[in-house]
């Protein structure tokens, strides 16, 4: 199966990267998948990653991004074309954004199978915290974005919410639900020891600036610092793209606080050591764009997660048995309290520990990327059947009939060689019906120690007693 993924791509830091290296990672371990990743320019010559076939052929705000991509997708006449994107993947000016989003539907045209996973919705995203001026104007684009979109063979959201508002809005499309995954094939077990040894670590990971910002949480942990000093602030990553500077600007404000520490970019191979030395978690987000990597990132190492009670941490929480604080948006206090009450709380951080570590054995990654494999295999096989069906329908005395029936055949059996099929075989895996957009995913191997709780854990109450208060 010959795949090309359209997606940001390390070295590149743009938006998603991380993600389309690890979509990438999975596949190319595969000997039946052959995959080309079609990602975004570098803005200086860098090496590519090794192991990897890479073709930069579009660029963030460049308006000749289609015309590029469909050469290169016409030059490798690949099966499937996968793009793993978002709605400013392409571009963070309305113009170079939106001709980005036509790209699924012209390479649909251009006869290639096109699958899109898509980030975010239009209708999902607080726009004032996004920074957009012109409000209406951007729903018009977005909705018509949308709907382009939606002209592409399949889609893939990663809440099913998600694909509700598609659904009940859009009335169109081929659209699935399937989970955000965690970013390795085999979570790491919390190692407790490190964490409060010799002080409660709490970190803050994410491109900061917009809907992620930095006002709340510093002056909540300054007053948590006063009640327990054996705490430290970790705030690692850069800006967001749309505010140059703010991470720089906040560091300055705070240089004489030794607590707190700016990593700036974390690379790939020092977040294992970062989240595993973390105590808790925190996302002080004022809105929400999509199911969060940051969340899906802290229960690969087992980190008890604190965030903004917004609908789609909600709706994690529910759909994917993730443990989750919640505190009321935009309030200090709140947040302060919350920190309070779980670093306090020994037995709670090792609960909701154990139980992300056990959420994420549930959605690990190669599975996922199996799923995706699998609907591709599928549709295909359905696609060659009725092809082969229209032909049996030709009259037995017309010349060309054998051939046609041949070469159908032929192509049917080309697609799926012994590697694919037991790749494939290799896990019973659930694929999402077209009906309800459902799909049963198979579960990681457990490991014998017992990691994991038997029921979801409850709240702390929020009047309830720290550990150490007085009976």
């Known amino acids: 199966m010959k795949i090309c993924l359209v997606s940001a791509f390390p070295p590149s830091r743009q938006g998603l990267n991380e993600y389309g290296f690890h979509i990438a990672r999975l596949m190319n371990q595969q000997p039946s998948l052959q995959l080309t990743v079609l990602g975004d320019d570098l803005e200086s010559p860098q090496a590519e990653l090794p192991g990897f076939s890479v073709i930069r052929c579009w660029g963030f705000n460049k308006l000749s991004n289609p015309v590029r991509l469909l050469r290169e997708v016409r030059r490798i006449r690949p099966d499937i074309v996968w793009y793993n994107i978002g709605f400013a993947s392409f571009g963070g000016y309305p113009l170079p954004a939106f001709t980005g989003l036509m790209i699924p539907a012209l390479t649909r045209l251009s006869g290639c199978y096109t699958h899109v996973t898509l980030h975010q919705l239009v209708e999902t995203v607080d726009l004032k915290d996004a920074g957009v001026k012109s409000r209406g104007l951007y729903m018009l684009a977005g909705t018509l974005a949308t709907h382009m979109l939606l002209s592409a063979n399949s889609l893939s959201v990663l809440l099913p919410a998600y694909r509700k508002v598609l659904r009940e809005k859009y009335h169109r499309g081929s659209v699935f639900v399937r989970p955000h995954g965690i970013l390795s094939g085999r979570p790491e077990y919390p190692d407790l020891s490190r964490r409060g040894n010799p002080v409660h670590r709490i970190l803050a990971f994410g491109k900061w600036g917009t809907y992620k910002r930095l006002e709340l949480l510093i002056p909540a942990f300054l007053k948590v610092a006063e009640r327990l000093p054996r705490v430290e602030l970790v705030i690692a990553g850069g800006d967001h793209p749309k505010t140059p500077g703010y991470v720089s600007s906040v560091a300055a404000l705070h240089k004489s606080e030794p607590r707190i520490c700016f990593t700036g970019y974390v690379a790939e191979e020092a977040i294992a050591d970062l989240f595993q030395s973390t105590s808790i978690a925190v996302m002080p987000y004022t809105s929400s764009a999509g199911s969060s990597g940051v969340a899906h990132l802290a229960c690969e190492y087992g980190v008890p997660i604190l965030a903004s009670d917004i609908r789609d941490f909600r709706e994690i929480a529910e759909e994917e048995g993730i443990a989750f604080e919640f505190f009321e948006p935009g309030n ?65 005395w017309m010349p060309l009939r054998p051939a046609f029936s041949r070469r159908v055949g032929e192509r049917f059996l080309s697609w799926r060689n012994a590697e694919l099929s037991d790749y494939l075989n290799s896990t019973v895996t659930g694929s999402p019906h077209n009906g309800n957009g459902n799909g049963n995913m198979t579960r990681a191997p457990e490991a014998e120690t017992d990691d994991t709780l038997p029921s979801p854990i409850a709240p702390l109450d929020q009047g309830s007693k720290r550990k150490g208060d007085a009976a």
Request: proline share 3%.
């Open 332 to 396: 200090v206090d709140a947040l302060a309290e919350r920190l309070l009450a779980v670093l306090e709380n020994s037995e709670r951080l090792e609960a909701m520990a154990k139980l992300n570590f056990s959420a994420a054995l549930r959605m690990s990654m190669p599975e996922i990327i199996r799923q995706y494999i699998h609907s591709f295999d599928l549709r295909h096989r359905i696609k060659m059947l009725r092809t082969a069906s229209r032909f049996r329908r030709l009259p037995r």
